[in-house]
């Protein structure tokens, strides 16, 4: 039984999220219909992250089984024209060893996080960035950004609904960096709790509208506690851009 491992491109705006529920279109029941569509073949897709509902993916990794072999080319064309018109391109596929998991097999996971400011809302990018009428001092932001580094108990940072076994997690890489009026938020870690990077920027925002001091940021860190995390930032800005194996 030959398994597949798939990076995928998505705008997660019209979809409930990566997870299949009760209703409306998730991520993964789209790409299962997809597989079902040329294959015939009722597959369980497992991703690498399973983003929330708007958040969006330049490289989702995901996998599944089927019963014969298929060409791998031939499996992403399948997919892809299969997909339409949903906003969703397998951009790769290849055949890949039983003992790869999109999930558990992950190394690192990386994601951005893109706040526009400009006094006139978006209009190409509406649903794609966070905007903010204000400037924000995003010199400020990227000092801030290093009180995240290394291993901490990230409760404060953590959804009520989080299913992680513990709060405890290890961050990587916080880069806050600014083209025009776009800030861009980069962030790396073997993974991640739920609404945890969301939770981080929108947080790392107070800095920047100079309501919060880098100070402030540790303080609701050692707290944790989630009340003492700032507003979290809407889901329309997110990026799952890569993961490594």
Same mark, same amino acid.
């Not at 039984?1 to 995928?8: K, S």
């Not at 790409?31 to 015939?40: I, W």
């Not at 897709?45 to 992250?49: D, E, L, M, T, V």
């Not at 992680?164 to 290890?170: D, E, F, G, I, L």
């Given at each position: 039984?030959?398994?597949?491992?798939?990076?995928?491109e998505?705008?997660?705006?019209?979809?409930?999220?990566?997870q299949?529920?009760a209703?409306? &279109?998730?991520i993964q029941?789209?790409?299962?219909?997809?597989?079902?569509?040329?294959?015939?073949e009722?597959v369980s897709?497992?991703?690498?992250?399973r983003?929330?509902?708007g958040?969006?993916?330049l490289?989702q990794?995901?996998?599944?089984?089927l019963?014969?072999?298929w060409?791998?080319?031939?499996?992403?064309d399948?997919?892809?024209f299969?997909?339409r018109?949903?906003p969703? &391109?397998?951009?790769?596929?290849?055949?890949?060893d039983d003992?790869?998991d999109a999930?558990?097999?992950?190394?690192?996971?990386?994601?951005?996080?893109?706040?526009?400011?400009r006094?006139?809302?978006?209009i190409l990018?509406?649903h794609r960035v966070?905007?903010?009428m204000?400037?924000?001092?995003?010199?400020?932001m990227?000092?801030?950004a290093k009180?995240f580094?290394?291993?901490h108990d990230?409760?404060t940072?953590?959804?009520?609904?989080c299913q &992680?076994?513990?709060?405890?997690?290890?961050i990587?890489s916080?880069?806050v960096l600014r083209k025009?009026?776009?800030?861009?938020?980069?962030v790396?870690?073997?993974s991640?709790?739920?609404?945890?990077?969301?939770s981080?920027?929108?947080?790392l925002?107070?800095?920047g509208?100079g309501?919060w001091?880098?100070?402030?940021l540790?303080?609701a860190l050692?707290?944790?506690?989630?009340?003492?995390?700032?507003?979290?930032?809407p889901?329309a800005?997110l990026y799952?851009?890569?993961?490594?194996?």
């Open positions: 039984m030959p398994r597949f491992r798939i990076t995928i998505y705008d997660g705006t019209p979809f409930v999220g990566w299949r529920q209703e409306g &279109a998730s029941g789209v790409l299962e219909a997809a597989v079902r569509g040329f294959s015939g009722t897709i497992r991703g690498a992250g983003t929330d509902a958040v969006h993916a490289g990794v995901a996998h599944f089984d019963s014969k072999p060409d791998a080319g031939r499996v992403r399948a997919m892809n299969h997909l018109p949903n969703i &391109a397998v951009l790769t596929a290849e055949v890949t003992a790869f999930r558990f097999s992950a190394r690192k996971r990386y994601y951005e996080y893109r706040i526009l400011t006094r006139a809302p978006p990018e509406r966070w905007w903010t204000r400037d924000l001092d995003s010199d400020m990227a000092e801030a009180v580094l290394g291993t990230f409760t940072f953590r959804a009520a609904q &992680a076994q513990s709060p405890v997690k290890t990587d916080f880069e025009d009026d776009v800030i861009l938020c980069r790396s870690a073997r991640f709790l739920h609404n945890q990077v969301r981080m920027v929108g947080s925002k107070l800095v509208d309501k001091t880098a100070g402030d540790a303080s050692s707290l944790q506690r989630r009340e003492a995390c700032g507003p979290v930032a889901a800005g799952l851009v890569k993961v490594d194996y």
